[in-house]
């Protein structure tokens, strides 16, 4: 059990992986009322419905978050493997910030924070990372404009940390250029999964061929372009990626789960909305007529295939 000066507590097992949080609960008048987390315990989920906000939890000052972690320790005997993968952690919530950025180093990643949009995207500026974790509320700069900021220059992968995940906001998330979102409260188990699927999918470059067609799609590997009749459309890494996945498969069905585990890299942890949105959003780039797709076409009950 480590405990926090923000009123956390994160209850550990031998190599120092998370498996609880406990946060005392405010004063009350007849003395101090203790609340107690269940073991499947989830970050992020106290909002107020007036402002979007998490309350009620302190700041962690910097002495109680110093020091050597039991996961550190165990990465040095050889315990746990290192992940050579560098994060930037953009969260306003104290708490939130602090106990996620623990689960993090406890999986072995190189953690950086910042505590709003702007101090995040001059970190960004200044540092070379391999992922960039964003809250969608931020203050100063919103997390949407981070990410546009940040696509304008990188294709390094976003993940969006939200307490809103209406299909519409999925949407927005990723027309900013998010390559994922995990919807708050989340557990640190199923982030650290997302985490190293985003990081994973980022390096499954080598070994591709130089090019592919679908119908008037010229679809260069080697450059991550795509051009139709000669004009090049812009699309994400995660919309590139899945319009690779789909003409390397032409006329073959492909289902929803077997989308998310060979895009997202996962299967269990994902939410079917994010492949319906995701390929709304091709069909709008790559589509004569979105309306009337020809090239991507809807199985029903089956999944999407492309056409020969």
């Given at each position: 059990?480590?405990r ?23 004063r ?13 315990a ?38 746990l ?15 939130i910030r602090e ?22 995207l ?32 990188s ?20 027309e ?7 919807k708050?409260?989340?557990e640190?188990?199923?982030l ?7 990081i ?30 000669g ?5 994400t ?7 690779v996945?789909?003409a ?47 090239l ?8 999407y295939?492309?056409?020969?």
């Amino acid at each position: 059990m480590r405990r926090l000066a923000s009123g956390l507590a994160i209850a550990t097992d031998p190599i120092g992986r998370p498996t609880a949080v406990r946060r005392t609960a405010a004063r009350r008048r007849a003395g101090e009322a203790i609340a107690t987390r269940p073991p499947a315990a989830r970050i992020g989920g106290r909002v107020t419905a007036a402002r979007g906000r998490r309350t009620g939890i302190r700041s962690c000052p910097a002495s109680a978050c110093s020091g050597p972690t039991p996961a550190a320790d165990a990465r040095a005997a050889g315990i746990l493997p290192r992940v050579d993968a560098r994060i930037l952690l953009v969260e306003d919530d104290p708490s939130i910030r602090e106990v996620t950025a623990i689960g993090l180093r406890n999986a072995g990643f190189d953690v950086d924070t910042a505590a709003d949009g702007q101090a995040g995207l001059d970190r960004f500026r200044a540092e070379r990372y391999d992922l960039i974790l964003l809250d969608v509320m931020l203050p100063r700069l919103d997390g949407l404009e981070v990410c546009r900021a940040i696509r304008r220059v990188s294709t390094v992968p976003v993940v969006m940390l939200t307490a809103r995940a209406d299909t519409i906001d999925v949407v927005v998330g990723l027309e900013a250029g998010a390559d994922d979102y995990v919807k708050k409260p989340f557990e640190v188990p199923e982030l650290v999964a997302r985490v190293r699927a985003a990081i994973r999918r980022a390096g499954r470059e080598a070994g591709d061929p130089d090019a592919l067609r679908l119908g008037p799609l010229e679809i260069d590997l080697a450059g991550r372009t795509v051009r139709r009749d000669g004009t090049e459309i812009a699309l994400t890494r995660t919309e590139f990626d899945l319009l690779v996945e789909l003409a390397r498969n032409a006329g073959r069905v492909l289902s929803r789960d077997v989308l998310l585990d060979r895009i997202w890299g996962y299967d269990y942890l994902g939410d079917s909305r994010l492949v319906d949105v995701a390929i709304q959003r091709l069909r709008s780039k790559v589509e004569a007529d979105p309306a009337a797709p020809e090239l991507i076409q809807t199985v029903r009950g089956a999944g999407y295939k492309a056409a020969r």
